[in-house]
T-cell receptor
Framework: GQSLEQPSEVTAVEGAIVQINCTYQ??????LSWYQQHDGGAPTFLSYNALDGLEETGRFSSFLSRSDSYGYLLLQELQMKDSASYFCAVSQQGNFNKFYFGSGTKLNVKP | EPEVTQTPSHQVTQMGQEVILRCVPISNHLYFYWYRQILGQKVEFLVSFYNNEISEKSEIFDDQFSVERPDGSNFTLKIRSTKLEDSAMYFCASSEGQNSLSGANVLTFGAGSRLTVL
């Protein structure tokens, strides 16, 4: 089966940097995606890693270590609007259209 | 910006009743999905659909569930006889498929249909 672990909640102040970790166990790992979900809203795609290393997209970066079955989402220059839940999701080889989502990390950004 | 549209936004039904949730995926997308999210919990995969047939389904997607693409634009999820535990937010999503450069398969989600079973 698949399992993903994320911290349930993280709190940080505006302007700070926060890292949300995700460890996973899955057979035939292919890639790790990150989605953001505001309360009452739909998940929206943030980032994707299939290879080891860092992917940067503006204030957000995502990192993957396949050997450690570990990834993280890094949010810089935090803004109040970044308060949301963040989900990591894995996809499998030969099955790229089936995603397993983690339980999500609720990020609270305080002034 | 293209979006995935879902109706209804909220449906209340009695246990045992049939429910149909509707979705209009992004027009040039080829892959369609249903996910559900029980309040405060993770997003769970139900089913993926490609080329007019189910390509993957989860253990949750039992005989009570069915999907259909009745015409060129709509994608529906039917729950034949609803149970209390079917109460959840149901998200439709669509994607172009796997990007040839990045390998990413980016899902675009609709705003969801909240189902409440009484």
């Amino acid at each position: 089966g698949q399992s993903l672990e994320q911290p349930s909640e993280v709190t940080a102040v505006e302007g700070a940097i926060v890292q949300i970790n995700c460890t996973y166990q899955t057979s035939g790992f292919y890639g790790l995606s990150w989605y953001q979900q505001h309360d009452g809203g739909a998940p929206t795609f943030l980032s994707y890693n299939a290879l080891d290393g860092l992917e940067e997209t503006g204030r957000f970066s995502s990192f993957l270590s396949r050997s450690d079955s570990y990834g993280y989402l890094l949010l810089q220059e935090l803004q109040m609007k970044d308060s949301a839940s963040y989900f990591c999701a894995v996809s499998q080889q030969g099955n790229f259209n089936k995603f397993y989502f983690g339980s999500g990390t609720k990020l609270n950004v305080k002034p | 910006e293209p979006e995935v549209t879902q109706t209804p936004s909220h449906q209340v039904t009695q246990m045992g009743q049939e429910v149909i949730l509707r979705c209009v995926p992004i027009s040039n997308h080829l892959y369609f999905y249903w996910y559900r999210q029980i309040l405060g919990q993770k997003v769970e995969f139900l089913v993926s659909f490609y080329n007019n047939e189910i390509s993957e389904k989860s253990e949750i997607f039992d005989d009570q569930f069915s999907v259909e693409r009745p015409d060129g634009s709509n994608f529906t999820l039917k729950i034949r006889s609803t149970k209390l535990e079917d109460s959840a937010m149901y998200f439709c999503a669509s994607s172009e498929g796997q990007n040839s450069l990045s390998g990413a398969n980016v899902l675009t989600f609709g705003a969801g249909s909240r189902l409440t079973v009484l």
